[in-house]
């Protein structure tokens, strides 16, 4: 199995509020054979947060880093986390 490393980013919510997103990868393994998918997790300074995860994305890690950087650069949030990720499986 791949270890595919954990990434973050600090920015400011739309309400002006220090906010940590972190993008990491999900892992199962099934028959040999290794199924990656993502969370995502965001977190204020005051301690609230949201979540959202897609499992079983694909069995290749290249592919789940790939997805994984570009969410990071979009700063994307667990809100709009399935959204994007269909648009970029759309693509691919």
């Known amino acids: 199995m791949t270890k595919i490393p954990k990434h973050s980013v600090n920015v400011i919510s739309a ?24 969370a995502v997790t965001s977190r204020l ?11 079983d994305i694909t069995t290749i890690p290249a592919y789940i880093e790939k997805i994984l950087r570009t969410l990071v650069r979009g700063t994307v949030t667990p809100t709009s986390l399935y959204d994007v990720v269909e648009d970029l499986l759309a693509e691919m």
């Open 15 to 38: 309400g002006g509020d220090r906010m940590t997103i972190e993008y990491r990868a999900l892992t199962r393994t099934t028959d040999s054979r290794t199924h990656y998918g993502i």
């Open 45 to 55: 300074s005051d301690g609230r947060g949201d979540r959202s995860e897609i499992r």
